[in-house]
């Protein structure tokens, strides 16, 4: 049976995705729900399974390319069946036949060498973290290496017999990137040294730098800051997040601040306002709030929809499940779009102060510094106290300085009104 793998639809706004990794060899045999290849979309990363077990039988898409939902991107079919009216080029029958016998004998080879087989997933982290898994006997079905492999493996044996050096990838942040060779690279703009590594970007690298590039280039972006005293907000909150802690909710800083910016929002549709075209704009009725996370190899802004209408409990629930499950790839493109204004939070960094690069298309985003204990005067008197810095970048062309301003007043006033704690 001839099975047709097409492009997912992951979420409602989603029309494309960009080929991320193949985890499966064409001509290599799959079972159904086996994890064949990764799909990126807009900064997310998902997986798609076999929908039937057969042999991956052609792969119309390289890694890097872009397929519109609903394209055929491989096929899925028993080793002897006839494909080729899926051929991209007509072949002659001495051809067909040949690829068939080619198909035949990988599969008995594969069959074969079944217990040499390795999980899609245990097979990654074995590369992130350079194992050498050619004599590890799997346990998973058919003989495939698992994870639970993997970590006896290094349990039972020292780190050399463990670690296998690959020159050819380098690992930040487990996050696998291929070395590219000098001759791969086209318009080379700088100089590059002979110990120097080429590393290819990845989709989630390619549309960050392009966005933010397009942000930059087709908006008036100025920022304003504000530095905000927060000592009595400081004793509040902690007494809030042991309540909050014993009901297994955790509270945030970023949350407070969530709260307090889609209040200000409501009085401020400015703030909410988007460009259109050169002549027109529109005012979002909908306070979504984006709160940019911090992933390997990059960043995602899930949103917290119609933040103004729920409370800060829910808010804190809210947060905390986008955050986990952006940092596990588990986001769709739904949970990160029509976003109002997005908040980001560099505190935990140590950074005081930052102008943050708008999330276009919304006109303002909001960054947040650390907190720290400076010596303040009030009354002519000194006293300790604790302060935050906020930034406020937004866009001149439909956000003048002064009703961003009166925004930045109003967000620092309903932090230091406790009313919805």
Known sequence: MITEVKMPKFGLSMEEGTIGTWLIEEGSVVNKGDEILEVETDKITNTVEAPESGVLRKI????????????????????????????????????????????????KAKCLNIEKRITPRAKKIAEEKGINYSNIEGTGIHGAITIDDLKNFMNSNSVEEVMKVNKNKVVEKEVRQEVTPISHVNNIKVNIGENDLVTK??????????????????????????????????????????????????????????????????????????????????????????????????????????????????????????SERAKNNKLNSDEMSN?????????????????????????????????????????????????????????????????????????TQNLLDFRWM
């Open 201 to 322: 970007m990845t989709p989630m690298q390619n549309v960050i730098a392009k966005k933010m590039h397009e942000s930059l280039l087709t908006t008036a972006q100025t920022t304003i800051a504000t530095e905000l005293e927060i000592t009595s907000l400081s004793k509040i909150y902690k007494g809030l997040k042991e309540k909050y802690k014993k009901v297994g909710v955790k509270l945030s800083y970023t949350a407070l601040i969530i709260k307090a910016v889609a209040e200000a929002l409501e009085n401020h549709p400015k703030l909410r306002t988007q460009i259109v075209d050169e002549n027109h704009f529109k005012i979002s009725n909908e306070i979504n709030i984006g709160v940019a996370v911090d992933i390997p190899n990059g960043l995602v802004v899930p949103i917290i929809k119609n933040a103004n209408l729920k409370d800060l409990k829910t808010i804190c629930i809210e947060l905390s499940d986008l």
């Open 339 to 411: 976003g109002t204004i997005t908040i980001t939070n560099l505190g935990m960094f140590g950074i005081t102060y930052f102008t943050p690069v708008l999330n276009t298309p919304e006109s303002a985003i909001l960054g947040i510094g650390s907190i720290i204990e400076k010596v303040l005067v009030k009354d002519g008197a000194f006293y300790a106290g604790l302060i935050m810095n906020m930034s406020l970048t937004h866009d001149h062309r439909v956000v003048d300085g002064a009703p961003g301003a009166r925004f930045l007043q109003e967000v």
């Open 60 to 107: 119309f898409f390289e890694e890097g390319d872009i397929a519109n939902c609903g394209e055929l991107i491989c096929i899925i079919a028993e080793a002897n069946e006839d494909i080729s009216g899926f051929d991209l080029i007509d072949k002659t029958d001495s051809e067909k036949e040949a690829d068939i016998l080619n198909l035949e004998n990988t599969t």
